[in-house]
C-alpha cells in the first residue's frame, strides 16, 4: 500500500477528531480533575475504535460507494436508514451551531477595536463570509482547508510548547471519578472519526490492514492532543475561572482567553487564538460541505445554479435562528451532540455486525459496546434535565 496513501488516511482520521470541540472540553472536565478525566479518554477511545473497525467490517463486506447510512440501510433495513439519516442531519447541524457560536465570537473579538457587531447579526456575518467561501468550489474549499489543517498543527505546537510547565501541580492530585460521568457525551463528541470510516476505506482500496493502521494512528495522535491539551488547561487555568464558564456559559472564546490572562505571554495569546480560530474555520467548513452534499442527495437536488443557494438556505439558517438565541451554549450542545454520536457511531455500528456474526464468541463484546453507548446516552438525558 502507498505510505503517503495511508500518510493521508491518518491525517483525516486526526483532523475529523480534534476540531473545535477541543476548546470545550476543560470546561466539562475540570470538576473531575486530570486521571479521572485521562481514564474517561482512553475508555472512550477504546470503544469508539472498536465501533470503528465494526464500520470497516461491514464496508467490507458491502463494497462500492456505500456511505454509513446506506450501509446501515443494508444491514438493518429501511427503518435503520431513516433514523440514521435523521441522527446524522440533527448531529451536522449541532455541530454547525456550535461551530456558529465559537466563530462569532471570535469575529467579535477581533473586530472590537473597530466597531461592535450585535450579537443576533454576529453569526449571519461570520457565516456569510466563511459560507461564501463555500461558493468559490470545493476544490478551493478543499485545498483551503488543507492549508488552514497545517496552520491548525502548528497553531496548537505553539500554543502548548509555550505552557506545558503548569503554574502548580496541585491538579494532578485532584480527581474525582463519579464527575466525569456528565462529560462521557462530550468526550465522545470528539471522538467521531469513525464517520470518515467508509471513505477511508474506499479511499485506501478496500485493504483492512492499512485502513485499520490508520484509525489506530489516527485515533492516537488525536487521543494525544486531547491529553496534552488537558494538561495545559487544568494546570494554568485556576478551577475558579472553570467554574466562571461553566455558570455564565461559554461561546468558545472563555478556555483560550483564560490561558493567556493565567500565563500572561503574548505568544499563548497569539497562537491560542490563531489555534481556536483554524480549529473552528476547518471544523465549520468540513461539516458545511457534509451537510450541504446530504441535503443534496436527500433532497435529489444538484449543487447548481438556483438549488445551490436553496440548499445553502437549507444548511445555515437552522443553526443561525439557534445561535441567535443560545449564543452561550457551546459546551451544552456539543455534549447533547454525543446523543447522536452515541447511536450513530456507536450504537448502528454494534448492531450491524451483530447481526451479520454468525460467531457468538464475539457477541460479548458486541453487547458489551452496545451497553457502553446506551449508557452514554442515557447519561446525556440526565444532564439535560439539570440545564
Known amino acids: 500500500m502507498n505510505h503517503r496513501k495511508i500518510f493521508n488516511a491518518v491525517i483525516m482520521v486526526t483532523g475529523t477528531s480534534v476540531g473545535s470541540g477541543i476548546l470545550g472540553l476543560p470546561i466539562i472536565t475540570s470538576r473531575a480533575g486530570l486521571l479521572p478525566t485521562m481514564l474517561a479518554f482512553l475508555v472512550a477511545w477504546v470503544f469508539m475504535t472498536v465501533a470503528a473497525f465494526y464500520i ?17 440501510k443494508r444491514t438493518l433495513g429501511r427503518p435503520g436508514q431513516v433514523v440514521s439519516s435523521l441522527m446524522i442531519v440533527s448531529l451536522l447541524y449541532a455541530l454547525l451551531c456550535t461551530y456558529m457560536m465559537a466563530g462569532s465570537a471570535w469575529l467579535n473579538v477581533f473586530i472590537e477595536p473597530l466597531m461592535v457587531i450585535p450579537g443576533h447579526l454576529a453569526p449571519i456575518l461570520f457565516t456569510l463570509i466563511l459560507g461564501g467561501l463555500l461558493l468559490c468550489g470545493e476544490r478551493f474549499t478543499y485545498n483551503l482547508n488543507n492549508l488552514l489543517g497545517i496552520a491548525l498543527l502548528f497553531a496548537f505546537i505553539a500554543t502548548v510548547g509555550s505552557s506545558l510547565v503548569p503554574a502548580n501541580y496541585d491538579f494532578i492530585k485532584q480527581g474525582e471519578f463519579q464527575a466525569i460521568l ?40 488525536a487521543l494525544l492532543a486531547y491529553v496534552v491539551w488537558e494538561w495545559v488547561t487544568l494546570g494554568n487555568i485556576s478551577p475558579s475561572s472553570f467554574q466562571t464558564m461553566r455558570l455564565s456559559g461559554d461561546n468558545g472564546t472563555g478556555v483560550i482567553v483564560s490561558l493567556a490572562h493565567s500565563t500572561h505571554s503574548s505568544s499563548v495569546t497569539f497562537s491560542g487564538q490563531l489555534f481556536a480560530v483554524f480549529a473552528v474555520i476547518t471544523s465549520f467548513l468540513g461539516v458545511s460541505l457534509a451537510l450541504l452534499h446530504f441535503l443534496s442527495d436527500v433532497m435529489t437536488l444538484k449543487l447548481k445554479g438556483e438549488n445551490k443557494f436553496v440548499l445553502f438556505f437549507m444548511t445555515y439558517l437552522p443553526p443561525i435562528i439557534v445561535t441567535s438565541f443560545y449564543p452561550k451554549a457551546f459546551v451544552q450542545i456539543l455534549s447533547f451532540a454525543g446523543i447522536f454520536v452515541a447511536v450513530l457511531l456507536g450504537l448502528f455500528p454494534a448492531m450491524m455486525v451483530f447481526k451479520s456474526k454468525r460467531k457468538w464468541s464475539s457477541r460479548f463484546i458486541i453487547i458489551a459496546v452496545i451497553v457502553f453507548f446506551g449508557l452514554a446516552i442515557a447519561q446525556e438525558i440526565l444532564n439535560l434535565r439539570y440545564i
Open 182 to 221: 456528565p462529560s462521557l457525551p462530550l468526550i465522545l463528541t470528539t471522538f467521531g472519526f469513525s464517520i470518515v470510516v467508509p471513505a477511508l476505506t474506499e479511499y485506501l482500496d478496500y485493504d483492512a490492514k492499512s485502513v485499520k493502521k490508520a484509525i489506530i494512528i489516527g485515533s492516537l495522535l
Open 56 to 72: 470497516l467490517d461491514v464496508k467490507l463486506q458491502i463494497k462500492g460507494p456505500h456511505n454509513l447510512s446506506s450501509l446501515i
